[in-house]
């Protein structure tokens, strides 16, 4: 035989080696296993983001210009509009509940943002225009701040649309500056025609608020860069989850349970804003704007590192009661990662566990 | 022929050489540039795995959205790897003169290729697997970092538990499978490569919205999988979920929703069929080892006075009923446990340091480095001793 036709056979043999060992059905014996019972209070499985509701599917067609970026956090969809000789503008769309948040409060949070005094804002149904497009109808609200913002050449303007679903609130909104807003106007009722909106729950490209914060998978030196923290008494380790980077329970009476979640990131992810908003969502709360996070957010030092500290009581939005769901989340920033502390479960055991969850909180050291 | 005679000058080339280790350099640097966006795994995938890299501007840097369409093409490790294992193998037979003085210099060439070819036996080859115990728990399987399976389990033998494992790689280019030792079909529905659960609560107490799934988990807790962009990232991981449907001789079972999500604290999703209990399950990969290994203490040691780590250590029994072997180890950082084909690390442990986590890596060419370093160290010990003994010499005379 030529030594080079030697070459392929052995090439195939490796590559039959490489390629078939592991890529099949296999079968199996092993002895007897069992398997153990559900521990968490709201079944969800542990490291999984808390969920608040489905949601629907939603397309759109984007128009020319628009550069679409990644969905983040509470923002279905994100669009970057750059013009020639024209300031920039942004579009984003988001979902909420049902019920979560009403369109007048949406117009106030809007008109905080643009500092627009309270006797110059909507109010009242008839203070919005309609815009029908095939079946949907979009209350419209438009808004533009009184004078340019600090560091603004230009007034700031709002063009809004809500749009109300038996399962969700939609809600689209092209902010920038004056001219280029009104310049993006007609593209952006274009946009508001071209969605569509599956209701068919089931092929729903992800909530909004519940997004993905993938839990933090433990890889195998991950306990190297952990701080340190004590743990205060009565909390149970959590499962050996590879998803956490520290993991908590603690029981409280009825089978009440709360859950402690260390959890890092790499950079902000997607800023404050975006992680209350997610965090509001898990316990039922509407969004906020970014002049109203200085109302949320409580700024502590812990440590000799800042902290930025957020207590979330859920409310139930049709009827106000307190829903029994409660946050506490603890953020720092450490070598370019986000780190998160986080308490959530029952509201009640939430609030006799909460002097231990900032016990927990001072004991971090990075 | 001049032809010819001109590809062997450029490949046998020492500037070959040089150009090869620069782009070596530039993969090196492209790739940890992409490693902050696109993770460890994701940098090893695009660069390291690949024929060509392609570094796009990041978004992120200044003049970002203007500059993101830059798109550079970078020679990738499967493209430079060989090249550099042919050039230097054929430059050393063509500019190699045998003689006693360049002896070490094959060391040399020899330790180099040999490392470099052992990279590839490692890149195709090794398998990284995670095994966790409780003190006083024992474990006899470790599970892979990121590949999944679909298992169906027959439950009905009481001594022992028959596993038929689909890995979920497969469901890309097939979806309905038959093994023989089930009374039934499996087809894959949907399969979600990575996920959320959703929960349908705020659709009223008896919702009316229907689950994708009609048996087990995915109809009692009224769970809808969500898609999600598989990612790469560091601290970041795949979790995957699927609707599987089962099918009879006599037409469905049923649809189940498996999920890695659903882990070991959820009741198994068990069924009865043609007189059998199955379980139905997808997880991570799991491999089943003929000895058990018990976790007996975990020492999490800091330094006096500090919370400093200083040390951790399991310190494990190993028992292999076939073998009869029954003995104490204790692995430690450095001082890893080698066993059957396997080494097990000191990997990781949980914050209450009551859990370990031993990293399982199966390397069939775990020696070749040792060689390769070997070879090197030699040719360089001998080249350079051959010389200064020349030099020595010379400066007596």
């Given at each position: 035989m030529n030594r080079n036709s030697v070459i392929p056979f052995a090439l195939l043999a490796f590559c039959a080696l490489t390629a078939c060992s592991k890529n099949e059905i296999q079968y199996y014996e092993i002895p007897k296993e069992t398997r153990n019972v559900p521990t968490r209070a709201d079944g969800l499985p542990p490291g999984h983001p808390p969920t608040t509701g489905l949601s629907p599917g939603i397309t759109w067609k984007t128009p020319e210009g628009w550069e679409e970026g990644e969905p983040q956090g509470a923002v279905k969809g994100s669009f970057h509009i750059h013009r020639k000789d024209r300031p920039h503008a942004e579009m984003v769309v988001l979902d909420f509940p049902p019920h979560a948040v009403q369109i007048e409060d949406f117009a106030n949070l809007l008109s905080d943002e643009l500092k627009i005094a309270s006797d110059h804002r909507p109010t009242g149904t008839e203070a919005f225009e309609k815009f029908t497009a095939g079946e949907k109808e979009f209350t419209l609200i438009r808004l533009t701040s009184e004078t340019p913002l600090k560091g603004e050449d230009y007034k700031t303007s709002v063009l809004a649309a809500v749009l109300k679903e038996p399962s969700r609130i939609w809600f689209f909104n092209l902010k920038g500056a004056e001219p280029t807003v009104l310049a993006e106007s007609d593209n952006f009722f274009e946009f508001l025609k071209s969605i569509e909106i599956d209701q068919d729950p089931h092929a729903g490209l992800g909530d909004g608020m519940a997004m993905a914060m993938q839990s933090l998978p433990e890889e195998a030196v991950s306990q190297e860069g952990n701080p340190q923290w004590t743990v205060p008494e009565k909390w149970e380790p959590g499962r050996p989850s590879q998803m956490r980077r520290g993991s908590f329970q603690v029981m409280g009476e009825n089978n009440q349970m709360a859950d402690i979640a260390v959890t890092t990131f790499p950079g902000d992810v997607g800023g404050m804003l975006a992680n209350i908003n997610r965090w509001r969502g898990q316990v039922g709360l509407g969004p906020i704007t970014a002049g109203m996070t200085g109302g949320v957010i409580k700024e502590m030092v812990i440590n000799g590192k800042q902290c930025q500290y957020v207590d979330l009581v859920g409310m139930?939005?049709?009827?106000?009661?307190?829903?029994p769901q409660r946050s506490l989340v603890g953020t720092f920033s450490h070598e370019g990662n986000s780190w998160f502390f986080k308490m959530s479960g029952d509201s009640d055991l939430v609030e006799t566990q909460k002097q231990n969850f900032m016990d927990f909180l001072n004991s971090v050291r990075f | 022929m001049k032809f010819v005679t001109h590809i062997i000058n450029i490949i046998t080339s020492l500037r070959l050489t040089v150009i090869l280790l620069a782009f070596s350099l530039a993969l090196i640097f492209f790739g940890t540039l992409d490693q902050v966006y696109i993770g460890i795994r994701g940098a090893q995938r695009e660069y390291f795995e690949s024929f060509f890299g392609f570094w796009q501007y990041p978004q992120q840097w200044i003049l970002g959205p203007w500059l993101s369409w830059l798109s550079l093409p970078v020679p990738g490790g499967y493209l430079i790897g060989p090249l550099l294992v042919v050039n230097l193998s054929l430059a050393h037979f063509r500019y190699f003169r045998p003689s006693w003085k360049k002896a070490g210099i094959v060391l040399i060439h020899a330790g180099v290729v040999l490392l470099l070819i052992s990279q590839l036996v490692t890149n195709i080859f090794q398998e990284e697997s995670t095994l966790w115990i409780e003190e006083g728990g024992s474990s006899n399987y470790m599970e892979s970092y990121y590949e999944t399976e679909l298992v169906i389990i027959d439950r009905s033998n009481p001594d022992t538990d028959g596993v038929v494992s689909i890995p979920t790689k497969l469901f890309a280019r097939k979806d309905s499978y038959q093994h023989p030792k089930l009374p039934f079909r499996i087809r894959v529905d949907r399969f979600y490569p990575n996920s959320v659960l959703m929960q349908n609560k705020d659709v009223g107490e008896a919702s009316s919205t229907p689950t994708l799934a009609n048996k087990g988990l995915g109809v009692e807790m009224r769970l809808t999988p969500e898609e999600r962009p598989k990612t790469t990232k560091q601290n970041e991981k795949d979790v995957p979920t699927a609707l599987v449907e089962l099918r009879g001789t006599e037409g469905s079972l049923g649809t189940w929703l498996v999920s890695a999500w659903l882990g070991e604290d959820f009741p198994a999703q068990t069924f009865q069929h043609a007189g059998k209990v199955f379980e139905i399950d997808l997880r991570l990969k799991r491999e089943y080892l003929p000895y058990t290994i018990e976790l007996i203490d975990f020492t999490h040691d800091r330094y006096p006075g500090t919370e400093i780590p200083k040390n951790f250590s399991s310190k494990v029994r190993l028992r292999n009923p076939d073998t009869g072997e029954d003995r104490q180890v204790l692995i430690y950082m450095n001082h890893p446990l080698r066993y059957a084909g396997l080494t097990f690390f000191q990997a990781s442990f949980t914050p209450d340091d009551k859990a370990s986590m031993l990293q399982v890596v199966r390397n069939p060419g775990w020696l070749v480095p040792y060689i390769s370093c070997t070879l090197v160290s030699l040719g360089l010990l001998f080249q350079f001793g051959y010389h200064l003994i020349r030099f020595a010499r010379r400066q007596k005379s």
């Open positions: 139930d939005p049709p009827t106000g009661k307190i829903f | -």
